[in-house]
């Protein structure tokens, strides 16, 4: 096949310039490649300013505005460049290879790491001035990928086609990514302001001993634990004791969570609402500790919900085996080109099994998450509740409490068992809360076996991997042969 960027087709430009496809996806390479000029200059200085011996300390450490978020978006980003150029390769049906399907897309993936690799580099020096360059990179991008959603709408491309679908998706996340840089300028005032915001790391990053970073890394290696690996391969080399390990930081200590919860309690005896009610000590411990259990409870609820991609990756995977596809299908020929439509897309073999291999990371991923807050939240609440009953038991006689019956020990291991306990119902709440899901779950997936019992038979799926390396043709149905699907179950 030739090899050109717009292949061997001739476009008509007398409607406009902006008409031509070939051109709005040229126009939509130079934002990557200005951000690809600007930052690789700047990365290469950074780096090699460094020498293997001088690294700079975590204490330069900061988040800005919309950390996680920014992450989150560039994530989403990612993996619409990905479906853009898969959807490029797929429309390679013409006699020439037209680059620009799926050139743009490549580079724009290029283009998106960079830009997260920059910002994390940004952060870790703390020189917000430099977010500038993403600042123009967001807009270029948003502004390009505006005008090729316009005209995709005047030329009749609607939602039926992918390639809309994923030009209005990333309009959106551009935007979004705008809104978000913008927002670090309206905080920080690091640009068209007299007087910049000037924020110092966290107190816990000064602190040579604080080597538990969690709460401060990206939100990439929170995820992955990255920023544990030095601590995994010096405990393989040699034992690790307490001071390697070093000290937590001030939000996880009992003596933090202790106060908070005894606010909390103590806001309930001040309360004009009720003056003369009792203090809950649940709903002190749902206010000093309601948000990271709500937020474990979400990650459990999206693990669940999560599982029900599987179900529906191996149905789409096995009725494309079960029968043909149709040979004739529904064309929007513009200009030459094959614009691939978003049902036709998801009904890919690789498509499919690449939704299931990205659908199950993240489902462990945030199952992950899920178990981590729960924990750490379990044993913070169990410090504060030891901490709080042991101030009041010091203020109390023992023996008169227990009326002589029980020791100093025996009170010391109820308090303890009884804490413990406490601690277990938060490592384990999140299962109740996801209990519906994970049954609906498992009666989704038990559902679509039996449906598929009575269509593919054991034949069929003899021939899965010879039917699976040829994308143009499926399986047919054999009546008459025993054994179904259910059987691998």
């Known amino acids: 096949m030739p090899l050109s960027f717009c ?21 939509n390479l130079v934002p990557h490649v200005f951000l690809l000029f ?24 900061l988040h800005f505005p919309g950390h996680n978020l920014r992450w989150v978006l560039t994530f989403v980003l990612l993996f619409v460049h990905v479906c853009e150029i898969s959807e490029g390769i797929l429309n390679l049906v013409t006699s020439s290879v037209h680059l620009h399907l799926f050139m743009p897309a490549t580079v724009g993936f290029i283009a998106a790491t960079t830009s997260i690799i920059y910002y994390h580099n940004i952060e870790t ?22 005008i090729k959603l316009v005209k995709y709408w005047e030329k009749d491309i609607r939602l039926e086609q992918l390639r ?10 551009y935007g979004l990514l705008m809104m978000v840089e913008i927002n670090v300028i309206r905080v920080r005032k690091y640009v068209f302001f007299n007087n ?64 908070n919860l005894k606010n909390a309690y103590e806001e309930q005896r001040v309360s004009v609402d009720q003056p003369h009610k009792n203090p809950s000590i649940w709903r002190a411990i749902y206010k000093a500790f309601g948000r990271p ?74 199952l992950q998450a899920s178990y981590y807050v729960a924990i750490e939240t379990g044993v913070n609440l169990r410090g504060a509740l030891l901490a709080m009953i042991y101030n009041k038991i010091l203020r109390l006689s023992t023996s008169n409490m227990s009326m002589g019956e029980m020791t100093l020990g025996q009170i010391n291991n109820l308090v303890a068992i009884e804490t413990n306990q406490l601690m277990w119902f938060l490592f ?62």
């Not at 200009?335 to 498509?351: A, G, H, I």
């Not at 038990?446 to 040829?470: G, P, W």
């Open 164 to 173: 809309f679908c994923i030009t209005g998706a990333m309009v959106v996340l």
């Open 196 to 259: 910049p915001q000037k924020v110092n790391p966290a107190e816990d990053l000064q602190d040579l001993g604080v080597r538990f970073l969690q709460p401060f890394v990206n939100l990439l290696s929170k995820a992955t634990y990255w920023w544990m690996n030095p601590l995994i391969v010096s405990a393989h080399r040699r034992p690790i004791d307490l001071k390697i390990i070093g000290k937590l930081p001030i939000a996880m200590r009992a003596l933090t969570n202790y106060f």
């Open 293 to 366: 259990i709500l937020l474990s409870s979400t990650f459990r609820y999206m693990a669940d919900l999560l599982g029900f991609a599987g179900p529906l990756c191996i149905s789409g995977i096995i009725q494309c085996i079960s029968k043909r596809r149709k040979i004739e299908q529904e064309q929007t020929l513009i200009t030459s080109l094959y614009y691939l439509p978003s049902q036709e897309f998801l009904e890919d073999y690789y498509v499919l099994s690449v939704l299931l291999f990205l659908a199950l990371i993240l489902q462990r991923t945030f």
């Open 125 to 146: 020096s703390n020189f917000p001035k430099l977010l500038l360059a993403l600042f123009l990179y967001w807009v270029l991008a948003f502004v390009a990928k505006t």
């Open 428 to 489: 384990l709440c999140p299962n109740l809360w996801a209990m519906p899901v994970q049954v609906q779950d498992q009666n989704f997936f038990y559902m679509l076996v039996t449906v598929k019992q009575k269509i593919l038979t054991l034949h069929d799926v003899a021939h899965f991997k010879s039917t699976f390396l040829s994308p143009g043709s499926c399986a047919i149905r054999r009546e008459g042969e025993g054994g179904t699907i259910a059987h691998l179950y």
């Open 38 to 61: 600007i930052t690789f200059p700047i990365l290469f200085i950074g780096w090699g300013s460094q020498s293997s011996k001088v690294q700079i300390h975590h204490n330069t450490w």
């Open 7 to 27: 292949g061997n087709t001739t476009y008509n430009v007398n409607n406009g310039v902006l008409s031509n496809i070939c051109f709005l996806d040229a126009l």
